[in-house]
Structure formats: C-alpha cells, structure tokens
C-alpha cells in the first residue's frame, strides 16, 4: 500500500515537472517587414518565424504588409499587433495543425482562401478578410471557434466542406457575393450560451449570432436579434442573427465553459434530415418573440427565395468553369 502511494506521488511530481518544462520552454517570436515597429524583431517574415517556433510558442506580428502565405503546421499562436495585413498569393493563412489561435490580422486579395482551416480545436478572432474568393474556408475542419471576424466583399464569406461542430458567432459578413456556402456540415452559427449584452441602451441575455448584410433584418422588440431566422444552404439556420454588426453590441459577460457537442432542443423548423444536412444542433433558447404570422411567413419567404437565388448563381458559375 505504501508504494502503491509513493508511486502515485512521483507520478504526480514527474506530471508537474513536465508541465513546468512546456511552459518554461514556450517562446515568443517578432516579426516586423522593416523593423520600424520593433527593431529588435527576429524575423521580417511570418512564415520564418513559424518555421523556426515549437508547438506552443507565439508569433506577435507587428504592422506592415506581408506579402506570403503562411502555413501553421504546429501549435502556435499567431498574434496581429495593430493589425497587419497579409496578402497571400493563394491562402493568406493555412492552419493544418490543431489547436492554433489566430487573431488579429487583415487578410486580403488571396487568389483562393484568406483562411483555411483544415483541423480542429483553433480558435480564430477578430479579423479582417476581404477581397479573397473565399473569406475563412473550412475544409473537413471540426470543433473550431470563429467569432469577432469581419468578413468582406469576398466571392464566399464562409466557405465550409464536410466541416461540422464549430461555434460560428458575432461575425459581420458583409457584402459578399455569396454568404455562405455549407455541403455535408452541421454547425452551431450561435454563442456557446447565453450572453449578457447591452444593445441600443438596453441590457439583455441571449444567444447571439452573426451579422448578414442580405439578411432582411426586422427586429420589433428592440432586443438586437431579427425575428426570424437565417437559413444556410437548407443545411443548418442561424437562429438568432444579430440586427447590426457585431461593434453594436457590448458584451457584458458570455459563458465561462465551452459545451460538449450534442444535440438539442430546437426551436425553429429544420430543413433537411439525413447524410449530413438538416436537423443542426441547437440549444433550448430563449428566442425573440414573433411579431405576428403574417411578418414571419413574409420573412421565410424571402429567406428561401434569397436561397433559390444564391443555388441558382452557384449553378452559373459550375456551368462556366465546365468550359473554362
């Protein structure tokens, strides 16, 4: 029994220790185009920098412009310091590693992707991507948070393929040729629960959403969020898009813990069922009330026809890239 005890101490002390050697040996590395932020930098170009860092390490990225793409292949964070602008030629930022923290950044005029995720568990906040074919692209990425992001004037805002279970929330997706486009993903387009906000002088506690500028945004009860919902590719529904963009909205307290996956209580009507569309987890939410039925019929209808029109212009463009 005594060392059966002793061995579960040095067990404990040898965890600790290891604990103590990650943390002690995590660094942080400088990047600056022309040293004019911080001449003491170590790198004039981010992806030296990733190259060089270990799982676990940080990159603060000082301002500037950054002409690469940039390919975080280990654990890292990857810092914007008064938000420099990368412009890639392909991918602005390629995250094939779990667990990255991006944040920060401009991301703009990328043949492909501002950000592609292509892994789980990465946490990627308050950017700016615009001018790309796609704004962020997750392409079979899971558990991921994507939250404060400004997505702008890009062929896609969101581009997602077989890429489910990501929080999306309290981003701006504004004037995109098309929103969103979602195949074979379930997603939760909401905060993990309810926030504590304070909207036009108002405090309120809710889920919130996403900001969509072809949303048609009716909000009767002046609580911030539209009153119907905001369908996505007939695969999942933001159930409580925001009225404005996300800057209007001060955040007073949001959920300390980040729930497991699961499936819940839904209070609006699914779209689809089956082979990965439809029937997107929600939680049991304290919902906007409905202003009357004639305002929500005329509301789902123009949803689905905005829908009708986004399937219809994505068939145009397959069509064109068969003879291209």
């Known amino acids: 029994m005594l060392e059966r005890v002793l061995m579960k101490h040095i067990f404990f002390v040898i965890a600790l220790a290891l604990i103590f050697v990650n943390v002690a040996a995590a660094k942080t590395y400088c990047v600056d185009d022309d040293g004019s932020d911080c001449p003491t930098a170590d790198f004039v170009k981010i992806q030296d920098a990733v190259d060089a860092a270990s799982s676990g390490d940080e990159i603060l990225v000082y301002p500037g412009v950054y002409f690469e793409d ?4 280990k654990r890292l964070t990857l810092r914007g310091v008064d938000s420099p602008e990368i412009n890639g030629e392909r991918e602005g930022i390629r995250i094939q590693a779990a667990g990255c ?3 920060g950044f401009r991301i703009n005029f990328c043949e492909l992707a501002g950000l592609s995720v292509e892994s789980e568990d990465n946490v990627i906040i308050r950017n700016i991507i615009e001018h790309n074919k796609y704004g962020i692209k997750l392409q079979r990425a899971s558990k991921n948070i994507i939250r404060e992001n400004k997505l702008m004037n890009n062929d896609y805002g969101l581009y997602l393929h077989e890429s489910s279970e990501n929080f999306i929330y309290l981003n ?3 004037g995109n040729v098309d929103s969103v486009y979602s195949y074979k993903s379930q997603n939760w387009w909401h905060s993990q629960g309810r926030v504590s906000y304070v909207y ?3 405090t309120f506690e809710n889920y ?21 919902v905001y369908l996505i590719d007939g695969e999942d529904e933001d159930y409580f898009p925001l009225i404005m963009p996300f800057e209007n909205y001060e955040i007073l307290r949001t959920p300390e813990v980040m729930p497991s996956p699961a499936a819940g209580t839904q209070d ?6 089956g082979d990965g569309s439809g029937g997107a987890p929600a939680p049991t939410p304290t919902r906007t009330p409905a202003a009357d039925g004639a305002l929500l019929i005329f509301g789902f209808v123009s949803t689905l026809l905005m829908l009708k029109e986004k399937q219809r212009r994505r068939a145009t463009e397959e069509t064109r890239s068969l003879f291209d």
């Open 268 to 273: 609006a009507t699914t779209t689809g069922a």
């Open 101 to 103: 923290w991006v944040e």
């Open 208 to 228: 919130l959403a996403n900001y969509w500028s072809d949303h048609k945004h009716v909000d009767l009860d002046g609580d911030g969020i539209c009153d119907y």
């Open 172 to 174: 701006d997706i504004i």
């Open 200 to 202: 036009n002088g108002k």
């Open 70 to 73: 940039v390919v975080l292949n």
